[in-house]
């Protein structure tokens, strides 16, 4: 008989630079407020890079902290996937690099591309590698600094994103925990909506494509708007039917931390109480990729999940792309 594993979380880590840039801050940049920010958001400050940090360095932190949650060696680790639409360049990939700074040499490492949906997609991509036998212990980073392609003369986009890192070591645990259930999706025929338009092979780099803003985020917040709170709920409602459990199993839901209505929408329409809903996007803004893996350890060091619970992970974004993942929590507090 065919022995199916079952794989999870068994360590979680962040990083986050230091530097805090308030609404107010911004209110001094481009014509915007902290009333609008928080009112139609719900962010209140995030986190930007100084010029010497790029997205390898907050991964390789996280990436540090998480092996030392797990208490796994790096010797131990044979894959390293990083979820990231700001790599340090476009290759080596920064998954790589991280491997470098680790001194990871055992492992095979690679970034992937699928924007704040990436971590969901990258969890997904190491629960089949460990279950298909080819990686017993991956490290599984989320890391973006987005502050690096923002405009930050445009209020459209300047005030929603924020940089940092969230990383987690992925393993067969006890049977019947961790993943229950993922799901993924993507309709590229949408993907005008939410882009970088610069810097690859449509357009590469060159002094026009500079002057024209074409190495910044555009995108069009009202259709991106739309078509999150719909899939934020579909996706999770699926995952959770495919994980065999009922809206009142879930426990714990971790969304993508993009806007508080947004996230709100998404809530009212899984019928979960705010208790049940972890928001830190307050704090930090859209952080892309890093989103959920930075809550899901905010989450746990705070206590909030206990060993069985169901939790939701859903996410969206450029591509466009969704994901969403139900996890058993399988570690003891
Ligand atoms: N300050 C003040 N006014 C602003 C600001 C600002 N920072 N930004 C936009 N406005 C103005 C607009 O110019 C517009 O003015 P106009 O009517 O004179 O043209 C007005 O506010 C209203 O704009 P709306 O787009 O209707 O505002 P809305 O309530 O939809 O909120 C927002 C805009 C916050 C962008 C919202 O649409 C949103 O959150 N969309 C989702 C964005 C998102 O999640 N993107 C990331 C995806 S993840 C990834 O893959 C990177």
Same mark, same amino acid.
């Given at each position: 008989m065919n022995y199916i594993k079952s794989v999870g979380i068994v360590g979680t880590g962040r990083a986050l630079p230091d530097k805090i840039v308030t609404n107010k801050d911004l209110e001094q940049k481009v014509d915007t407020t902290d009333e609008w920010i928080r009112s139609r958001t719900g962010i209140g400050s995030r986190r930007v890079a100084d010029e010497?940090? =790029?997205t390898s360095d907050l991964a390789t932190e996280a990436a540090k902290k998480a092996l030392e949650d797990a208490g796994i060696?790096? &010797?131990? +680790?044979d894959t390293i996937i990083v979820a990231t639409?700001?790599? &340090?360049? =476009?290759?080596?990939s920064t998954a790589c690099i991280v491997q470098k700074n680790l001194g990871a040499d055992r492992a095979f490492a690679f970034d992937i591309g699928a924007a704040c949906s990436g971590f969901v997609y990258a969890l997904s991509v190491a629960e089949n590698l460990i279950k298909g036998n080819m990686a017993k212990n991956a490290l599984v980073i989320g890391a973006e600094t987005l502050s690096k392609i +923002?405009?930050?003369?445009d209020r459209n986009t300047c005030v929603l994103f924020g940089d940092g890192a969230g990383a987690v070591v992925v393993k067969e645990v006890e049977?019947?925990?961790? +993943?229950q259930g993922i799901t993924l999706g993507s309709n590229?025929?949408?993907?005008?909506?939410? @882009?970088?338009?610069?810097?690859?092979? @449509?357009?590469?780099?060159s002094i026009e494509s500079v002057q024209n803003k074409l190495h910044f985020i555009a995108m069009d917040g009202n259709e991106v708007f739309k078509f999150a709170v719909r899939v934020m709920g579909q996706s999770s409602l699926e995952t959770i039917k495919k994980s065999g459990l &009922?809206?009142? &199993?879930?426990?714990f839901f971790i969304p993508h931390q993009a806007n508080i209505r947004i996230i709100d929408a998404a809530a009212k329409r899984l019928k979960l109480?705010?208790?049940k809903v972890y928001v830190n996007l307050h704090k930090y803004g859209n952080l892309s990729a890093a989103s959920i893996p930075v809550a899901l350890d905010e989450a746990v060091k705070e206590g909030k999940l206990q060993k069985g619970d169901n939790m939701v992970l859903v996410a969206f974004g450029g591509g466009l792309t969704w994901g969403s993942a139900v996890v058993k929590w399988s570690k003891e507090v």
């Open positions: 010497n940090t =790029a060696s790096v &010797d131990e +680790i639409v700001t790599p &340090d360049m =476009a290759f080596p +923002i405009n930050w003369e049977e019947g925990y961790g +993943i590229g025929a949408k993907g005008e909506v939410l @882009r970088q338009p610069a810097g690859g092979s @449509r357009i590469p780099a &009922d809206l009142e &199993d879930v426990d109480p705010k208790e």
